[in-house]
């Protein structure tokens, strides 16, 4: 399944981005799905995840009340809106699909990494 991630960029701390990740509309939409983020020299860390249905969204302490994970089925892509970002924000940022219906905060639960996009937070 090939995940397509796109929306990052470069942004002065305080702003927002919205970032999209979108699979082949023949794949299941009935995944969990999820973001993580690597920072160089850095492990891949959870971020965000949703579940099939659009619920069971769990937040990573450090993003949570700033960002939110959404989902449209009809289109098969998931959302990250990302706003008040600092420079510890900056990192790749992965979309990824999970093994059933509802995605977790460890990496080995998802099957599927799309290519990361690039969010640098910057002055």
């Known amino acids: 399944v090939q995940l397509q991630a796109s929306g990052g960029g470069t942004v002065q701390p305080g702003g927002s981005l919205r970032l999209s990740c979108t699979a082949p509309?023949?794949?299941?939409?009935?995944?969990?799905m999820g973001w993580f983020r690597q920072a160089p020299g850095k492990e891949r860390d959870f971020v965000a995840t949703?579940?099939?249905?659009?619920?069971?969204?769990l937040y990573a302490d450090s993003v949570k009340d700033r960002f939110t994970i959404s989902r449209d089925r009809a289109t098969n892509t998931i959302y990250l809106q990302m706003s008040g970002l600092t420079p510890e924000d900056t990192a790749v940022y992965y979309c990824?699909?999970?093994?059933?219906?509802?995605?977790?905060?460890?990496?080995?639960?998802?099957?599927?990494w799309g290519r990361g996009t690039q969010v640098t937070v910057s002055s």
């Open positions: 949703i579940a099939w249905n659009g619920g069971g969204t």
């Open positions: 990824a699909r999970s093994r059933g219906a509802y995605g977790s905060r460890s990496t080995s639960d998802y099957i599927y």
């Open positions: 509309r023949r794949t299941s939409s009935n995944n969990g």
